[in-house]
């Protein structure tokens, strides 16, 4: 079974402060991995995806996150955080057509 | 182009009842999926219509119950509602490959 662990219920970080979001997956075969973005009291956006291809995938908004297939992770990271990153982060895969998600993680910017 | 809709915004039952939330997809997207977001967790996929059919299923009981409609726009239902249903349940639209799935805002349902 598919399965995603997010190693950190919380993360706070000061602003303008590097920051990575730790994901982690089990699967016996390939997977489509995801960030999605939860800002307060709204659903979810997708932030970035990998599909296939380079295994370094960015967002618009200076995120990005890199698929290791040895280790099974999908860590995000983003090199300066902002006050506006403030949100609930959910790693995902794709299989058969559902998502499976994490629990989440927190990230709380610290001014 | 007009992204996921949901409705209603927010829900009110008492114990026993029966609720309808409604969605309707993006777009050029054929394919509708719940989920069920409970507080402090991840959401969780409940099932996915693709052309009116349903195409797979999480682990929810019978009393969650869909339907999609020629235009691709979808209902969740949920007869005798329990306290632990309480959550936002969300809504996803995507085409036929599913790969991609773009959420509507939730509706928030608490059973009293």
């Known amino acids: 079974a598919q399965s995603v662990t997010q190693l950190d219920s919380q993360v706070p970080v000061f602003e303008e402060a590097p920051v990575e979001l730790r994901c982690n997956y089990s699967?016996?075969?390939?997977?489509?991995l995801f960030w999605y973005v939860q800002y307060p009291n709204q659903g979810l956006q997708l932030l970035l995806k990998?599909?296939?291809?380079?295994?370094l995938v960015e967002s618009i908004n200076g995120f990005e996150a890199e698929f290791n297939k040895s280790q099974t992770s999908f860590h995000l990271r983003k090199p300066s955080v902002h006050i506006s990153d403030t949100a609930e982060y959910f790693c995902?895969?794709?299989?058969?057509?559902?998502?499976?998600f994490g629990k989440g993680t927190r990230l709380h910017i610290l001014p | 182009e007009t992204g996921v809709t949901q409705s209603p915004t927010h829900l009110i039952k008492t114990r026993g009842q029966q609720v309808t939330l409604r969605c309707s997809s993006q777009?050029?997207?054929?394919?509708v999926s719940w989920y069920q977001q409970a507080l402090g967790q991840g959401p969780q996929f409940i099932f996915q219509?693709?052309?009116?059919?349903?195409?797979g299923r999480g682990n929810f009981p019978p009393r969650f119950s869909g339907l999609q409609f020629p235009n691709y726009s979808s209902e969740l239902n949920v007869n005798a509602l329990e306290l632990d249903d309480s959550a936002l349940y969300l809504c996803?639209?995507?085409?036929?490959?599913?790969?991609?799935?773009?959420f509507g805002p939730g509706t928030r349902l608490t059973v009293t």
């Open positions: 996803a639209s995507s085409r036929g490959d599913g790969y991609e799935q773009y």
């Open positions: 995902a895969v794709s299989l058969d057509d559902k998502i499976i």
């Open positions: 990998y599909l296939s291809g380079s295994t």
């Open positions: 219509y693709y052309r009116e059919e349903e195409n």
């Open positions: 699967s016996s075969v390939s997977v489509y």
């Open positions: 777009s050029g997207h054929n394919t």
